[in-house]
Each structure stands twice: as structure tokens, then as C-alpha cells.
Nanobody, 115 residues
Framework: QVQLVESGGGLVQSGGSLRLSCAASGFRFDWTVMRWYRQAPGKEREWVARISATGAATTYTDSVKGRFTISRDNAKQTVDLQMNSLKPEDTAVYYC????????WGQGTEVTVSS
């Protein structure tokens, strides 16, 4: 079955960096678009970044462009999110996502950015 496990969250000061990782299993990872979402306290879940199956194409929500980088390793079946120049408004639970016949989500990893 599809399984997504995020790691790498934590507490960081404004301007700092974190690298999130998502380990995937149970499906043809190298055929599949992967995404990162986040959900801030009291807000709806929002899409953050997307990477194509080969890794050749990436897209980002405007608020993270130039600061976040999504990447993948198809041999290891992982997708990472490198987050630089973090801001307090980046504080959220970050989720790895893929869509097969429905959305699949990991358990999330919490990122807190202090001012």
C-alpha cells in the first residue's frame, strides 16, 4: 500500500534553513508526480511545491519561490524540500503528497520558525 513518511522538521530561527525528506513506498515512485503541502495553525492546507516524475520540472507557490527547492531521488524513493531563508509565516505542518486514484498523505512533520 502507498506509504509516505516525512522527517526533518524542527524549530529554527528566522533566516535559518531546514531540509525535509519524504520516504515513499508501495507504488511506482519513478512514474509519479510528488508534492509538498503545508498547513499553518488555523488555516487550510496549501500546496507548496511540485516535482515531475523525472525531476526535470518543478513548480512552487509564489510565497516560497527563490527560497525553497524540491528535489527527488528515484533510486532511494525520496523527495526532499530544502527550505532556506525561513520566515515565521513558514511555520506549519508540512505534508508529502501523491495522487493515485485519490490523494495520499504522510503524517506530516512540524516546522516552527521563531522571529
Amino acid at each position: 500500500q502507498v506509504q509516505l513518511v516525512e522527517s526533518g522538521g524542527g524549530l529554527v530561527q528566522s533566516g535559518g534553513s531546514l531540509r525535509l525528506s519524504c520516504a515513499a513506498s508501495g507504488f511506482r515512485f519513478d512514474w509519479t508526480v510528488m508534492r509538498w503541502y503545508r498547513q499553518a495553525p488555523g488555516k487550510e492546507r496549501e500546496w507548496v511545491a511540485r516535482i515531475s516524475a523525472t525531476g526535470a520540472a518543478t513548480t512552487y507557490t509564489d510565497s516560497v519561490k527563490g527560497r525553497f527547492t524540491i528535489s527527488r531521488d528515484n533510486a532511494k524513493q525520496t523527495v526532499d524540500l530544502q527550505m532556506n531563508s525561513l520566515k515565521p509565516e513558514d511555520t506549519a505542518v508540512y505534508y508529502c503528497n501523491t495522487y493515485r486514484d485519490r490523494d495520499f498523505w504522510g503524517q506530516g512533520t512540524e516546522v516552527t520558525v521563531s522571529s
